[in-house]
């Protein structure tokens, strides 16, 4: 364990919990991360801009972002082991180095080989995965233990809001500014994403330099070499993720929803828009109000503190199972929009008690790799869940895919409440 103090009694806020938000270093982070998530969330827009002057086919969009995804599953694993052997920060920076120089060639692509785009785009998404497990390690270097609560807040602010700038900004500047140079300022994010984050702890130790006898009974550290020695670092983390109880189960129940319920809103919400409503205006108003909600959840919970904090945390999951129950139900558009309002202060009723155990709980130089399995299984069964769940709706119709969904949605945090730590998201003899 850590050996973190605890935080501010429950039902309160941290003490000096304002004082996060004047740390220059934190500041830093944080203005890191938001510039990785701009420029995340940005690109697939500039992409659309370009399916629209015809710089780029709808084949070739599809090609150019899946392998975006592909190099981001990839390196989420790798940069986990490598975050936990070297410093995080200098994760961060090559990570950001990286996706900042892959970008022109997205540009230089552009109308002349998809090939080129794709490879590029590979390397940018690669960046994006390195940076995830690394940017989770080092806000537990940079953050005290009593703080962290509030800092995760504002991480996750800083996403949400991502979310709504980055779609209207790069509108507003496509009004004056060619595709081209809407794709080189996405690598200038990533340049600020790289060179802006602080310095955290000096005392990540690779793992040759770690105690022969591991702490708390730890197994040693593979001593193999090349993608052996990564397989094994890699599987040190697993093994420590399953000291813990709650943290399974909880990542379980994560995996479900979103294989069930963000499918839903892929696929389904879409066409329920169309057919039912009769306007693409509802999956608009959707993630908008998903957005909306997912920003009210994380100020109320960055001042919230319950005293069964994981059970809260995995109640706010389980509202996702209102997203999926509202396209079933013959409700008006507006109990569609309540819904997704609903399951986006949920989420993030989860999301930010869920990073704070982990940084409190995990063995710190295993932290990487356990915040890498995470991203590994949430973000990996997204694409997963929506191939599967279009064949599923042509198959057994979408009402009773959609119960499921909905079904999977509640049960599965239910299920997780039940495993040894999770009144608490700690292990059950810490309590």
Request: proline residues 8%; charged residues 10%; positive net charge.
């Amino acid at each position: 364990m850590s050996g973190a103090a605890k935080g501010a009694p429950p039902g309160t806020s941290p003490p000096g919990a304002r004082a996060v938000l004047r740390e220059r270093r934190f500041l830093l982070l944080w203005c890191g991360t938001t510039a990785s998530g701009l420029a995340t969330w940005a690109l697939p827009f500039v992409l659309g801009l370009a399916v629209l002057d015809r710089g780029l086919s709808a084949a070739g969009l599809g090609i150019v972002l899946a392998a975006r995804t592909a190099g981001f599953l990839l390196a989420v694993p790798v940069s986990g082991v490598l975050a936990d052997r070297y410093a995080r920060r200098a994760v961060v920076l090559w990570a950001g180095l990286a996706a900042a120089l892959a970008t022109p060639f997205i540009a230089l692509g552009l109308g002349r080989s998809v090939p080129l785009m794709a490879v590029a785009a590979a390397v940018v998404g690669a960046g994006q995965g390195a940076c995830r497990p690394a940017f989770q390690a080092l806000t537990a270097e940079v953050v005290d233990a009593g703080l962290r609560r509030r800092a995760n807040a504002a991480m996750t602010l800083a996403v949400r809001v991502t979310t709504l700038v980055a779609p209207a900004g790069t509108a507003l500047l496509a009004t004056v500014l060619t595709t081209g140079w809407l794709l080189a300022g996405t690598g200038l994010l990533w340049l600020a994403a790289a060179v802006l984050p602080p310095r955290g702890l000096p005392a990540v130790l690779p793992p040759r330099a770690l105690p022969a006898v591991p702490p708390r009974g730890l197994p040693a550290p593979g001593r193999g070499a090349g993608g052996g020695r990564l397989l094994a670092e890699f599987g040190e983390g697993v093994r420590e993720a399953r000291r813990h109880p709650w943290f399974l189960a909880g990542l379980g129940a994560l995996a479900a929803v979103v294989f069930t319920g963000y499918s839903a809103t892929g696929v389904a919400l879409p066409l329920a828009g169309r057919d039912r409503y009769g306007t693409e205006a509802v999956l608009a108003g959707a993630l908008t109000a998903y957005t909306l909600g997912a920003l009210a959840g994380a100020l109320l919970v960055a001042r919230w503190q319950p005293r069964a904090q994981g059970w809260a945390a995995l109640a706010g999951l389980a509202l996702y199972g209102f997203a999926p129950l509202s396209l079933l139900l013959p409700v008006p558009p507006a109990a569609v929009l309540a819904a997704y309002a609903l399951a986006g202060l949920g989420i993030e009723l989860f999301n930010v008690p869920w990073f704070t155990a982990t940084q409190r709980e995990v063995e710190p130089r295993l932290l990487a790799r356990v915040s890498s399995l995470d991203f590994l299984v949430s973000y990996g069964l997204a694409p997963v869940g929506l191939a599967f769940l279009a064949p599923a709706i042509d198959a057994f119709g979408w009402r009773p895919v959609l119960a499921g969904c909905a079904l999977v949605c509640f049960l599965a945090p239910a299920a997780a409440a039940l495993a040894p730590g999770s009144r608490g998201f700690t292990r059950p003899e810490r309590r």
